[in-house]
């Protein structure tokens, strides 16, 4: 079966420092690949998505970064934090049979 | 552009109640698909339900049913008997596919549900 894979699952970081959160996919291959953000209380806003390795493509111009160095991986990035970066960071993965989408378990960010 | 909208911000209910959350979307696709998600405190998003827009059969899952109707594009959940675990956000969504084969979900603003006990 499959799994996805988030981690960390918290995250406590300065305003200015830099971001690095990972997803990993098992169970399938060539997955498409989504991250999302919740900000608190709210809906789920798509930040970036990819249909396959080093194909990234872009919802929302912003701060952040994404990239898909491998099959199964997708990693979310920033060079530097902004106090509006602070949310919980879900990534999730379809398949080609089907179109709902799967989720991890999220990371929460807190910038400070 | 597709919307979804959740009307109900959050509703409270006493446990062993019926309770319907609401889901009504736009779309000008013929053929889409519609989800409802689960998200509990812990935050991950579970899966529920899938329904593609040629299929209006309702759906019942022991204490969950939907009712989908094109006629109104709505997709509403009801959760028979509520129990304190039913307690969470509930996320009603739209799918799209887009050139790249990728699927394009608008998700609504959810419902938060509280089980009283």
């Not at chain 1, 701060?63 to 099959?71: C, F, G, I, K, V």
């Not at chain 2, 911000?9 to 446990?15: F, L, N």
């Not at chain 2, 899966?47 to 109707?69: A, T, V």
Request: with cysteine.
């Amino acid at each position: 079966s499959q799994t996805i894979h988030q981690w960390p699952a918290t995250l406590v970081q300065p305003v200015g420092s830099p971001l690095s959160l990972e997803c990993t996919v098992e169970g399938t291959s060539n997955p498409n690949l989504y991250w999302y953000r919740q900000a608190a209380g709210r809906g789920l806003q798509l930040l970036f998505y990819s249909v396959g390795i080093g194909q990234i493509s872009s919802e929302v111009p912003q701060n952040l970064s994404a990239s898909r160095p491998q099959d199964r991986q997708f990693i979310l990035s920033s060079k530097k934090l902004l106090l509006s970066d602070s949310g919980f960071y879900l990534c999730a993965w379809t398949g080609h049979y089907y179109n709902e989408q799967f989720f991890g378990p999220g990371t929460r960010l807190t910038v400070l | 552009a597709q919307k979804v909208t959740q009307a109900q911000t959050e509703i409270s209910v006493v446990e062993k109640e019926d309770v319907t959350l609401d889901c009504v979307y736009e779309t000008r696709d013929t053929t889409y698909y519609l989800f409802w998600y689960k998200q509990p405190p812990s935050g991950e998003l579970v899966f529920l339900i899938r329904r593609n827009s040629f299929d209006e059969q309702n759906e019942i899952s022991g204490r969950y049913s939907w009712n989908f109707q094109k006629s109104t594009s709505s997709f509403n959940f009801t959760i028979t008997a509520s129990q304190v675990v039913d307690s969470a956000v509930y996320f009603c969504a739209l799918s799209e596919e887009m050139l790249g084969g990728y699927q394009k979900v608008t998700f609504g603003t959810g419902t938060k549900l509280q089980v009283i006990p």
